[in-house]
């Protein structure tokens, strides 16, 4: 079992940054492919960013490509997010999934990840 945690959430203005961060309780992450959702009031779950166990893959939604950077270690995720606008306003969860020894591209699903944090609300002020 792994256990998720992200911190690092919270109240910024807009155009302003944030980063957000996901370590595993007890545990490394560097066998794992990571990844970011959100959910904001009302909507359904959506795909954020996600990066493979060594780092060498990532992948955005189109709807924060170049603004947000999803990096690791072998103890945190971080989502770090410039630019925010109040649209990304929502709870961002950090997810995880074993990584497989074949890349099969990148895992935007959340019903391709096995273990899911609490989450973490950020709310970003017009």
């Known amino acids: 079992q792994v256990q998720l945690v992200e911190s690092g959430g919270g109240l910024v203005q807009a155009g302003g940054s944030l980063r957000v961060s996901c370590a595993a309780s007890?545990?490394?992450?560097?066998?794992?492919?990571m990844g970011w959702f959100r959910q904001a009031s009302g909507k359904e779950r959506e795909f954020v960013a996600t990066i493979n166990r060594n780092g060498g893959r990532t992948y955005y939604a189109d709807s924060v490509k170049g603004r947000f950077t999803i990096s690791r270690d072998n103890a945190k995720v971080y989502l770090q997010m410039y630019n925010l606008k109040p649209e990304d306003t929502a709870v961002y969860y950090c997810?995880?999934?074993?990584?497989?020894?074949?890349?099969?591209?990148?895992?935007?699903?959340?019903?391709?990840?096995?273990?899911w944090g609490q989450g973490t609300q950020v709310t970003v002020s017009s």
């Open positions: 997810a995880a999934v074993p990584d497989s020894y074949y890349y099969a591209g990148p895992k935007t699903l959340t019903d391709e990840y096995n273990y």
């Open positions: 007890g545990r490394t992450l560097s066998t794992y492919t």
